[in-house]
């Protein structure tokens, strides 16, 4: 069994930063893709970056210049992070980290992240 466990989510006034973590743990033999998603009140989930196992990463186009993703390994542990810069209230959001792990999607619990104006 595979889990991702979130952090670093929270309140922040505009202009702030905060970084989020997800670390996979469990019974992991690949992973090819990291990454965050969020949804905020009454919208869809999207695609907030994710990065790959060789590096390549991707970015939401409104998230871009701000936001950065990147990933560590330690041993049998993979951790995610999400460094989010210069934050507006459009960013508030439940984020999710999410990674193809063993050839599945597997999903975290989400963290919230709420700017405030």
């Known amino acids: 069994q595979v889990q991702l466990v979130e952090s670093g989510g929270g309140l922040v006034q505009a202009g702030g930063s905060l970084r989020l973590s997800c670390a996979a743990s469990g019974s992991i033999s690949s992973i090819s893709t990291m990454g965050w998603y969020r949804q905020a009140p009454g919208k869809q989930r999207e695609l907030v970056a994710a990065i790959t196992s060789g590096g390549s990463t991707d970015y939401l186009y409104s998230v871009k210049d701000r936001f950065t993703i990147s990933i560590s390994r330690t041993n049998a542990k993979s951790t995610v992070y999400l460094q989010m810069n210069s934050l507006n209230s459009e960013d508030t959001a439940v984020y999710y980290c999410?990674?193809?792990?063993?050839?599945?999607?597997?999903w975290g619990k989400g963290t919230l992240v709420t700017v405030s104006s």
């Open positions: 999410n990674a193809r792990v063993n050839g599945m999607n597997a």
